[in-house]
């Protein structure tokens, strides 16, 4: 009902630049919380950086001051630029968000949704 679809993923090397987007089509009502998540292998996801309502951000502290999110909520879009990146950066990056679908005239709905995940591999 809800997909989420991310893009901009790739290789790069140790202080180069990437720039992740992810867009959310289907029954959307509104869009609340919505943000990034990574998992890189052998550990947890793990928050990257997300909204958390309309204009109050979150950032994992190992990103802060590097990576940017930023949130376009007339195309359902979140971006997530990401500067100065290190070989620990190194991971499949998920879009994430709380979505409120239209089910009929008079129903709606509140689901959490993940994007199939982009890889991000910074090189040394």
């Known amino acids: 009902q809800v997909q989420l679809v991310e893009s901009g993923g790739g290789l790069v090397q140790a202080g180069g630049s990437l720039r992740l987007s992810c867009v959310a089509s289907?029954?959307?009502?509104?869009?609340?919380?919505m943000g990034w998540y990574r998992q890189a292998p052998g550990k947890q996801r793990e928050l990257v950086a997300r909204?958390?309502?309309?204009?109050?951000?979150t950032y994992a502290d190992s990103v802060k001051g590097r990576f940017t999110i930023s949130r376009d909520n007339t195309k359902n879009t979140v971006d997530l630029q990401m500067n100065s990146l290190k070989p620990e950066d190194t991971a499949v990056y998920y879009c994430?968000?709380?979505?409120?679908?239209?089910?009929?005239?008079?129903?709606?709905?509140?689901?959490?949704?993940w994007g199939q995940g982009t890889q991000v591999t910074v090189s040394s």
């Open positions: 289907g029954s959307i009502f509104s869009i609340n919380a």
């Open positions: 909204f958390t309502s309309a204009a109050s951000t």
């Open positions: 994430n968000a709380d979505v409120i679908t239209t089910l009929t005239a008079w129903s709606r709905k509140i689901g959490n949704y």
